[in-house]
């Protein structure tokens, strides 16, 4: 395999047998539901992944795709296919809340708190909620926070905590530099993590499709935002039912604000706008 | 040379002109080899066989003049036939000589071949007068020995008869002598020695005859042997001498000898006769060999000058050969280094005319690559930025039109439990009238249940005053039962169960009284209650009215809104599919724009070789040191894939990323999971 493409340029549209096989494969493996409509979206991150690869063709990308092992170009191709969007302080109100719980819980007397980023991204979110956890809670708590995604190029870019000044821009100049380091290049400004933040986040692979994760809980708060948008009911119900089992009792399960559990069979009460608790 | 012309044309003139002078060199070699051709063609088929046949001739001749000498020596007659063999040979070349002289028109050679045959015609014919003349002197020869021997046989016979005489006289002086020799007479003595010495005379004059004799027979063999006559003349001379000789010693001799004598001068005449035939005929062979040697010595004049003449021909054509080689050697060499020059000059000034502007053009060219490389750089990174940034639009908006779709299915759900909500709406309508209706059946049951808890109450009444009748009579019954005594005692037991029953009853209906009267009490309030209710059922259905109005309003909004969403679902899904399209152009384009920024560096690369090529290496080095392979600082910047890890990630991490298996970067194990 070569960095640069050797065939010449990849096909431009994916036939419908391929993306049928493909959708298929992503559904299988990561419960992202891909429709007809997500024909250029496949197709678009597909040809990236093969413009890597050298490949040309898509019928040709899908048989590398199935002989390859599991743990190799099926990972690579649900980093292409999955959709990282996120930006520091998403959706500000759930970090206000964040704030509220933690100085509500911690002024009860509670040290030890669990937090779960269920999908973390490139960082920002789970850094976002390190700084509120540094903000708010004192330095002698015993904070742990779970960062997982199912791509581990958003998560190795996680794990590098490294973001320019555009990315920066909803940070706040007083929680930039307390939790920055700034570095100057030629290329321009970038902001890295500083490591005693960065100890507090462990990052790992997540495959939210498949069910039961390996975490034995209890949750405090668990945020899971903008992720169930990709997934359909049945794999979100299963979700769900495995967020209740990991949250504790009163903990807070934060979902994106697209997202609504009603309809859903769940347990959840709705506490504000796409804030749920476990009574 | 003029830059209207092609390259190739600019190099196959220079060719062409270095092919023109090897073609016009050549040409001239060509000719001056086949001028040598000629005369080695004149010289092989002419000159060689004249010279050959000339040489032929005189070789010929000197052998037959060889065999002619050895013949006049020896006399043997089979030289004759080795001379025949010779001269018929001679006589073949000669013709030959005319022949080839004749067939090239030679006039000169011809008569030189004429005279040649007519010499070697001459030398046979004198050679065959010599042969007979050799023949004729063998035979004088002959005689002349035997005549010598005669000769000598009679000088003998004279000595041997003349010592016979003088050994007698001897005798008699000796006789003579001893008689005298006492006498001593000195006469006698002087006689005596006179006698001794005329006779020691006599005999030393037979042996001078004798040795004359020999010695002209000697000088005559050595003239024979040397052929000159004039050594014969001495031996005549010598015969004359012995004549001379023999008449001074006729006189001496005595009369006795005479006879012997005559012999002796006849043979020496005779002698002398042959010996001076034999001169002559000598002589006349002299004569005959000088004409023979005349003949001989034309003819070999003849042949040598044929000889002569082939080898000036040769000579000349040698020397025309060597002219010629010389002129073409000289031509060739002149040409090469002609064409040499030519070559040298036509190279440079066409190398010139090349490489003058292609170093003009490696000048624009790396000038040009230079900035293809760092243009194609800042296309390469804006297109990855732009790459980049179409990449987070179209997440952006995959994540917008998953969250839209999510929204629409939560609108349809609303719209679809509005529209259910409007159903039961209906429904509760109905069911508040018959509310209102049973309401209505309610407030006349509560009415009823007034009336008949107040008749109820009078029932009452009547069972409490009965009960208080019974409580009288209970107590009389006691009062009686006691007064029975013991007999009574069971009565007044029955008397106090009676009582105890009236007591209850009272309290029970005192109770019921109560119960009544708090259920009159409820019924009055709850027909209140059902008159507010009937109100309160009103304003329900009032109410309810506007509900269902609400509700169906909610859900044609609802369904409007579902409608809207799923327009605006549609418009993102068709943006999406553009934006999706052209992040996969922009990534198509960032690739490129890499694949671009390569091959600017590959020109460079290019550019450097080819100013190697044209300048040297050396040169090359000078010219453009950031051309260099790996020389400027463009390369780096290539790797500027990820804008935003570049800085921090090892070099070429853009790279690299596909080669690393994700589990090195992000472990795929549950291990750390396991840990909350």
Redesign the interface.
């Known amino acids: 395999m070569t960095t640069r493409s050797m065939g010449g340029p990849v096909e431009t549209r994916i036939d419908p047998a391929t993306f049928r096989r493909i959708t298929e494969i992503v559904y299988r493996k990561a419960g992202i539901v891909l429709d007809k409509r997500k024909e250029a979206l496949v197709s678009a991150r597909i040809s990236k992944r093969m413009r890597q690869l050298g490949i040309v063709r898509f019928r040709d990308y899908l048989r590398f795709l199935e002989e390859s092992p599991e743990d190799e170009e099926p990972v690579e191709m649900l980093n292409a296919i999955s959709t990282n969007v996120t930006h520091f302080f998403r959706e500000p109100k759930h970090f206000v809340h964040l704030a509220g719980w933690l100085a509500r819980w911690q002024a009860e007397g509670q040290t030890r708190f669990r937090l779960w980023c269920a999908a973390c991204s490139s960082g920002e979110e789970p850094y976002s909620m390190a700084m509120m956890i540094r903000e708010h809670l004192s330095e002698a708590c015993d904070v742990r926070l779970l960062a997982t995604d199912l791509s581990t190029h958003a998560l190795k870019a996680a794990r590098e905590g490294v973001y320019t000044a555009e990315q920066m821009e909803k940070v706040s100049g007083f929680l930039a530099r307390r939790y920055f380091c700034r570095k100057n290049t030629a290329a321009g400004s970038f902001y890295q993590v500083i490591p005693a933040m960065a100890r507090m986040i462990t990052f790992a692979r997540l495959n939210l499709a498949q069910m039961p994760y390996p975490m034995r809980g209890p949750f405090d708060i668990i945020f899971c935002r903008n992720v169930m948008i990709y997934f359909d009911n049945h794999v979100r119900a299963r979700l769900l039912d495995e967020c209740w089992r990991l949250l504790r009792l009163k903990g807070y399960l934060v979902v994106g604000h697209a997202e609504s559990l009603s309809g859903q069979l769940s347990q959840f009460k709705s506490v504000a706008a796409s804030i749920y608790t476990k009574p | 040379m003029s830059k209207q012309f092609r390259l190739s044309v600019k190099i196959a003139f220079g060719f062409f002109v270095l092919i023109a002078i090897l073609v016009g060199m050549g040409m001239f070699t060509v000719e001056r080899l086949r001028g040598i051709q000629r005369w080695s063609v004149d010289e092989s088929e002419q000159a060689v066989p004249l010279l050959k046949d000339s040489m032929k001739i005189e070789r010929l001749s000197l052998a037959t003049m060889a065999d002619d000498l050895r013949y006049q020596l020896t006399g043997d007659s089979r030289q004759v036939a080795l001379i025949a063999t010779n001269m018929t040979a001679v006589k073949v070349a000669i013709d030959d000589t005319l022949r080839l002289a004749t067939q090239y028109s030679l006039y000169n050679k011809q008569q030189l071949a004429r005279l040649a045959g007519g010499a070697a015609e001459d030398y046979r014919e004198q050679l065959e007068l010599i042969a007979d003349q050799i023949e004729k002197i063998a035979g004088i020869r002959k005689q002349m020995v035997e005549s010598e021997e005669r000769f000598q046989s009679a000088c003998r016979a004279l000595s041997a008869a003349q010592s016979r005489t003088s050994l007698k006289s001897f005798e008699e002086m000796l006789a003579h002598t001893l008689t005298a020799a006492s006498t001593n007479a000195p006469a006698s003595k002087d006689n005596i020695m006179a006698e001794l010495q005329s006779h020691l005379k006599k005999g030393v004059g037979f042996r001078e005859l004798m040795d004359l004799s020999r010695e002209a027979h000697v000088i005559m063999q050595q003239a024979d042997i040397q052929r000159d006559p004039t050594l014969a003349t001495a031996a005549l001379t010598n015969l004359t001498t012995i004549n001379t000789r023999l008449d001074e010693l006729k006189s001496t001799l005595e009369v006795e000898n005479l006879q012997t004598f005559e012999e002796c001068r006849k043979a020496a005449k005779d002698y002398r006769a042959t010996m001076e035939s034999l001169v002559a005929a000598w002589k006349t062979q002299q004569s005959l060999r000088a004409k023979c040697e005349e003949a001989s010595s034309q003819m070999m004049r003849e042949a040598r000058e044929i000889a002569d003449h082939g080898i000036v021909q040769v000579n000349d054509s040698s020397q025309n050969v060597v002219k010629a080689v010389g002129e073409a050697f000289f031509s060739i060499g002149f040409g090469t280094a002609a064409a040499v020059a030519a070559g040298l000059l036509f190279s440079f000034i066409l190398s010139r005319s090349i490489t003058k502007p292609i170093n003009q053009i490696i000048t624009s060219l790396s000038v040009s690559a230079e900035q293809v490389a760092s243009v194609s750089n800042q296309v390469t990174s804006s297109s990855q930025q732009l790459a980049q940034g179409s990449?987070?639009q179209?997440?952006?908006l995959?994540?917008t039109s998953?969250?839209?779709?999510?929204?629409a299915s939560?609108t349809r759900?609303n719209a679809d439990n509005a529209t259910q909500t409007d159903k039961l709406m209906g429904e509760t309508k109905s069911m508040v009238l018959d509310g209102v209706n049973s309401m209505k059946s309610v407030s006349a049951a509560i009415d009823a249940i007034r009336h008949s808890a107040h008749e109820t109450n009078k029932i009452v009444k009547t069972i409490d005053e009965i009960a208080f009748q019974i409580n009288l009579l209970a107590l009389n019954a006691a009062v009686e039962a006691a007064r029975a005594g013991d007999a009574g005692r069971g009565f007044a037991v029955v008397a106090e169960e009676v009582r105890n029953l009236a007591r209850r009853s009272a309290e029970a209906a005192k109770n019921t009284a109560s119960l009544i009267e708090g259920s009159q009490k409820d019924a009055e309030s709850g027909v209140q209650a059902s008159a507010r209710m009937a109100d309160s059922l009103d304003k329900i259905r009032e109410s309810s009215l506007k509900v269902a109005t609400l509700v169906a309003e909610i859900t044609a909004a609802s369904r409007q809104q579902a409608q809207g969403i799923e327009q605006v679902n549609v418009a993102v899904?068709e943006m999406?599919?553009?934006v999706?399209?052209n992040?996969?152009n922009a990534?198509?384009s960032a690739?490129?724009a890499?694949?671009l920024s390569?091959q600017a560096q590959e020109l460079n690369m290019l550019v450097v070789e080819l100013t190697e090529l044209v300048r040297g290496r050396e040169a090359a080095a000078h010219t453009n040191p950031r051309l260099r392979p790996n020389g400027g600082g463009t390369v780096a910047s290539v790797h500027?894939s990820d804008?935003?890890?570049?800085?921090?990630?090892s070099p070429g991490a853009g790279?690299e990323?596909?080669?690393t298996?994700?589990?090195k970067?992000?472990?795929?194990d549950?291990h750390?999971?396991?840990?909350?």
């Open positions: 990449s987070e179209a997440s952006n995959e994540e998953a969250s839209l779709e999510q929204m939560m759900q899904a999406d599919k553009v999706q399209h992040a996969a990534e198509e690739s490129a890499q694949e390569a500027l804008p935003m890890h570049a800085p921090l990630s790279g990323r596909k080669h298996t994700p589990e970067a992000i472990p795929l549950d750390e999971l396991k840990q909350f």
